[in-house]
């Protein structure tokens, strides 16, 4: 049973084209992110929801829209896509009461190539 | 958020024991320490948390000195398959878990 899954594992496109991503957990989590991994291995966090509701926005490009249909999922839009916008994209999720440091649980990542 | 700073890679020997260290001067009073492995094409796992002291469980062990100011990773008897990036991250989940992962210490297991 995997607990954070996305999908596709692999996404090659071209610049200027619309794409998205999938993230589904089933921890009962009630926080889910999504992060950016670089070619330099940093992860950045891009965006987190909680219980459905969007509690982080980083300085992320409003072509990246995420949706979060419930609290199980979020998905990631991708509009106009960039050559820069290769990287790879993680889904994560915490359960994540309030004042209680919890660890993130992250899927295995969606590889963007942008030709 | 606090700033962390670890080495970018160590090799070691099957059976040796590997200890990470990562700095963090400006941790704050209600951070904690939490160490992630990442090995190639998944995402980070999490490995351990801390918050003082020592925490020990299955797979390693953290020591944190009184200030708090840095941080040991401690993987005991490594094998090949412990290959792989060792993140250290220090934050407070009542920031919102704005947390940004740093580059990773690379950790090369050799036969």
């Known amino acids: 049973d995997t607990a954070v899954s996305q999908t596709p594992k692999y996404l090659v496109t071209q610049m200027g084209n619309d794409k998205s991503i999938k993230c589904e957990q089933n921890l009962g989590h009630d926080t889910m992110y999504w992060y950016k991994q670089d070619s330099k291995k940093f992860l950045k966090i891009m965006f987190s929801y909680n219980n459905k509701e969007l509690i982080i926005n980083e300085t992320v490009p409003n072509r990246f829209s995420p949706k979060s249909p419930d609290k199980a999922h979020l998905n990631l839009h991708i509009n106009s896509l960039e050559l820069g916008d290769s990287a790879v994209y993680f889904c994560?999720?915490?359960?994540?009461?309030?004042?209680?440091?919890?660890?993130?649980?992250f899927g295995n990542g969606t590889r963007l190539t942008v030709t | 958020l606090a700033k962390t700073t670890q080495p970018i890679s160590m090799d070691s020997y099957e059976g040796q024991e590997v200890n990470i260290t990562c700095s963090h001067n400006n941790i704050a009073t209600n951070d904690y320490i939490t160490w992630y492995q990442q090995f190639p094409s998944q995402g980070p796992r999490f490995i351990i948390q801390?918050?003082?002291t020592k925490v020990t469980n299955e797979v390693a062990s953290l020591f944190i000195p009184a200030d708090r100011k840095s941080s040991t990773l401690s993987l005991p008897r490594v094998s090949l398959s412990d290959t792989a990036v060792y993140y250290c991250l220090v934050g407070d989940e009542r920031a919102g878990n704005k947390l940004t992962f740093g580059g990773g210490t690379r950790v090369l297991v050799k036969p």
């Open positions: 801390g918050y003082k």
């Open positions: 994560a999720s915490s359960h994540n009461p309030p004042g209680q440091n919890s660890p993130l649980h």
